[in-house]
C-alpha cells in the first residue's frame, strides 16, 4: 500500500480540508445548519460516487448470481409493521435532569451527562428512530408514511417479482443503493451518524442450512472489498456481535469496523436474517414467499445472509485513511493517498499559465485525457499551488503543459502523486503512459 508518513489524522483537520477543497459542507450552511445533515461539494460528490459505482460493479455487475433494483423510499406503512420497526426500532432515549441535554443510554460511557457532569438522568424511554409524514393532502392517523429507515425491505417485498421475472435459482442475492433515514438521538462525528444517509445493502437468498457458510463468504467479501480498495489493512477488522447487541431480527451479525480518528467503529454490518422477513411479510400481506426447488420438488422460505453498508460513512473512511501529511517547512504537503479508483479525479491538467499559447493545447490535451479518466482541468493560480490542490484531493497525476510543448516536443510532463516523481512522454503517448501509472498505483494501494 502507498506508505503513510501519518498513522492517523484528527477529525478537525479532516472536517477543515473537507470544507476547504470542496468534499463535504454542512447543509443549509447560511442558515446556520441543520444538524447532522451534509451536503457533499463537487470533490466530495465524485468520492462518493466512486464508493458506489466500485460496490456496484463488484456487487452486480461482475458476478451472475446478483441482481439489482431500486426501491421507493416511501413504502406501504404495513410494511414498517410486518418488519418490526414499529414495534421495535427504537433506541433507549435518556434526558438529564439538570441541563436536559438528551443521549442515547446505551452509548454513554457512564451515568454522568457528557454536557453538565450531574448524574442525574431520568428513566430511559424507547424512542423511535422512523421519520413519520403523511402522503397525500390530509394529515390523519390512516395516511402515515414512514421514511425508510433502511434499504432492505425493498428487497424482501419484491423477492417473488425479482424471482418470477429473472428466474434466479437460489443462492441469488438482490442489492440495492439508496437513501435511508434515520431520526438519530446523538449524531455526530462529521458524517459518521447522519439522520439522511445512503445505504448499500445486499440480500442473499439462500438454502437454509447453507447460511452459516454464506455468512462467512460475505464477511470476507466485505473486508476483501475494502482492502482491495486501499484501506490498510490494520485499520480494518471484523467484530461479532454479541446476543444483546445483535438486531432484533438476527441469528448471527458481525461488523466490519475501521480505526477512525476517535478509534474502532462500525462500517458495515453483515447478518443472518434467517427467514424472519420473507415470513413476516408472507404473514401480513397474505401472500407466499417462498422458492421452489425444481429438482428437489419441494417449497422452501429462503435464509438470508445481508451486507448493509453505508455509502457515507464508508466514503469518510476512505478519505480518513488516505489523509497524510509529509515534509518540513517549505516542502510541507498534505496528500490524500486515495487507490486510484476511489480518487474524486485520477488526472489534472494543467497548462503552466494562462498563457494564450498553452491554453489551446492544454484544451486539446484535456479532450484526449477525459473521455477515459475523469479528469480535472485548472489553470487558476501558480504552477505550485496547483499541485498542492491535486494533492489535496488526491488526484494520482498531474499533467503539466509548457512552452516546450507548443514551441518543440509536443511533450507533456506527468508527476505522480505519491513520489512526485516527474516523467515527460509525447502527448501521443499520453494516454498509455498514463494507463501504466493508475495500473502501478493501483497494485501500490494494496498491502
Ligand atoms: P449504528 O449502531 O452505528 O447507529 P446500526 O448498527 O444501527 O448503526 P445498521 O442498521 O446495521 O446500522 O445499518 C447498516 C449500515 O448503514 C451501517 O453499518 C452504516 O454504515 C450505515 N448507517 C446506519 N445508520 C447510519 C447513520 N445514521 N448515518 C450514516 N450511516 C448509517
Not at 409493521?81 to 439538570?98: I, K, M, Q, R, Y
Not at 447460511?211 to 477488522?237: E, H, P, Q
Not at 516523467?423 to 493508475?438: F, H, K
Amino acid at each position: 500500500m502507498a506508505a503513510r508518513t501519518l498513522n492517523n489524522v484528527d477529525l478537525e483537520t479532516l472536517v477543515s480540508l473537507s470544507k476547504r477543497r470542496g468534499f463535504i459542507f454542512q447543509s443549509s450552511e447560511i442558515y446556520g445548519g441543520l444538524g447532522s445533515v451534509w451536503d457533499y461539494g463537487p470533490v466530495g460528490v465524485e468520492l462518493k460516487r466512486n464508493v458506489k459505482d466500485l460496490w456496484w460493479k463488484a456487487m452486480v455487475r461482475d458476478r451472475d448470481d446478483i441482481v439489482g433494483i431500486d426501491g421507493a423510499i416511501l413504502m406501504h406503512p404495513d410494511v414498517w409493521v410486518a418488519s418490526g420497526h414499529v414495534e421495535s426500532f427504537t433506541d433507549p432515549l435518556v434526558e438529564c435532569g439538570n441541563c436536559n441535554h438528551r443521549y442515547r443510554e446505551d452509548k454513554l460511557e457512564d451515568d454522568s451527562c457528557p454536557n453538565c457532569g450531574e448524574k442525574a438522568f431520568g428513566p430511559a424511554r424507547q424512542f423511535n428512530l422512523m421519520f413519520e409524514t403523511h402522503a397525500g393532502a390530509v394529515q390523519t392517523e390512516e395516511n402515515v408514511v414512514y421514511l425508510r429507515p433502511e434499504t432492505a425491505q425493498a428487497m424482501f417485498v419484491n423477492f417473488d417479482n425479482v424471482q418470477t421475472t429473472t428466474r434466479k435459482k437460489i443462492p441469488f442475492g438482490i442489492a440495492q443503493q439508496g437513501k435511508s433515514f434515520r431520526n438519530e438521538i446523538t449524531p455526530g462525528n462529521f458524517f459518521f451518524r447522519t439522520r439522511e444517509f445512503e445505504q448499500m445493502e445486499m440480500e442473499f437468498f439462500c438454502e437454509p442450512g447453507t447460511d452459516d457458510d454464506w455468512f462467512r463468504f460475505w464477511i470476507d467479501f466485505s473486508l476483501n472489498w475494502y482492502k482491495g480498495l486501499g484501506l490498510r489493512a490494520d485499520k480494518v477488522r471484523e467484530r461479532s456481535l454479541g446476543n444483546d447487541e445483535r438486531p432484533h431480527y438476527a441469528k448471527a451479525s458481525t461488523d466490519v469496523e475501521f480505526m477512525f480518528p476517535w478509534g474502532w467503529d462500525e462500517l458495515e454490518t453483515i447478518s443472518n436474517r434467517t427467514d424472519h422477513d420473507l415470513n413476516a411479510h408472507a404473514a401480513k400481506s397474505g401472500k407466499k414467499l417462498e422458492y421452489f426447488d425444481q429438482e428437489k420438488n419441494e417449497h422452501y422460505v429462503p435464509y438470508v445472509v445481508e451486507p448493509a453498508m453505508g455509502a457515507d460513512r464508508s466514503s469518510l473512511a476512505f478519505l480518513a485513511d488516505a489523509y497524510d501529511e509529509e515534509g518540513e517547512g517549505k516542502e510541507q504537503r498534505v496528500v490524500l493517498r486515495f487507490h486510484p479508483d476511489v480518487a474524486p479525479f485520477q488526472v489534472a491538467v494543467l497548462p503552466l499559465s494562462r498563457n494564450e499559447k498553452l491554453v489551446p493545447k492544454a484544451r486539446e490535451v484535456y479532450d484526449i485525457v477525459r473521455p477515459l479518466f475523469n479528469t480535472q482541468y485548472d489553470d487558476a493560480q501558480s504552477i505550485g499551488r496547483r499541485y498542492r490542490r491535486q494533492d489535496e484531493i488526491g488526484t494520482p497525476l498531474c499533467v503539466t503543459v509548457d512552452f516546450e510543448t507548443v514551441e518543440s516536443d509536443d511533450a507533456v510532463t506527468i508527476r505522480n502523486r505519491d513520489s512526485m516523481e516527474q516523467v515527460r512522454v509525447p502527448v501521443s503517448g499520453l494516454v498509455a503512459a498514463i494507463s501504466d501509472q493508475v495500473a502501478q498505483m493501483r497494485k501500490d494501494a494494496v498491502g
